[in-house]
């Protein structure tokens, strides 16, 4: 099966553009989650879908972040305006619904560098 | 609040030494824990998960709940065992907290 596809693969932009991030999960995973790394710290949860639905948006820094999951599928996370502070890894997520116990699989992140 | 913690940022053995990462955690319910690792240029994967009581590639961890501890051991570390490592705790819900992470470096 297909893993969790993310692109970019990285992405330089400069303070104040906007960059938008996408995520394909798993075929038939209906959780998706963001989570960033941030140089020399640890993953951060940014926020979860349940299907199209957020789930939990708590881990969203400010309004600057907006988070889509049109139909269910893919998702996108859109920076906008971008800010030096939000260079970092991002990492999208998927994991099968009710799957208490099971851990996720994840993309290979798109590195985002804000100059 | 949730929290992982792993006190070592970096931790050097010599291959063939055993190893251990260290793992704490601050939960008030019962914790799903899980071991996470990501190798030179490749993506971050589950390595193990305390539910399934498994070894993975030589590794085992034991949830020990009167130290709120999940440490990653090894008897004998082997080269290709150099990567980044990160426990992570799934409390309430779906949501998984990751702690700062370990990087292992083994030595020929």
């Known amino acids: 099966e297909a893993g969790v596809t993310q692109f970019p693969s990285h992405s330089v932009i400069e303070k104040g553009q906007t960059v938008t991030l996408r995520c394909d999960p798993i075929s038939g995973h209906d959780n998706l989650y963001w989570y960033r790394r941030v140089m020399g710290k640890e993953i951060k949860f940014l926020l979860h879908?349940?299907?199209?639905?957020?789930?939990?948006e708590s881990g969203m820094p400010n309004n600057r972040f907006l988070a889509e999951r049109t139909g269910g599928t893919y998702s996108t996370l859109k920076v906008q305006p971008a800010e030096l502070e939000d260079s970092g890894v991002y990492f999208c997520?998927?994991?099968?619904?009710?799957?208490?116990?099971?851990?996720?699989?994840f993309g290979s992140g798109t590195r985002l560098t804000v100059v | 609040a949730q929290r992982v913690t792993q006190p070592e940022k970096l931790l050097s053995v010599f291959k063939g030494a055993p190893v251990e990462l260290k793992c704490n955690y601050s939960y008030s319910g019962s914790p799903e824990l899980f071991w996470y690792v990501q190798y030179s240029r490749q993506r971050l994967q589950l390595l193990l998960r305390h539910i399934s009581r498994e070894s993975i590639k030589g590794f085992t961890a034991d949830l020990n709940k009167g130290e709120t501890s999940f440490h990653l051991k090894k008897p004998f570390a082997q080269e290709e065992d150099s990567a980044m490592y990160y426990c992570?705790?799934?409390?309430?819900?779906?949501?998984?907290?990751f702690g700062a992470g370990t990087r292992l470096f083994v030595k020929a």
């Open positions: 879908f349940v299907k199209e639905s957020k789930q939990d």
């Open positions: 997520a998927s994991s099968q619904l009710h799957a208490a116990g099971y851990g996720y699989t």
């Open positions: 992570a705790l799934k409390g309430g819900g779906f949501k998984t907290i």
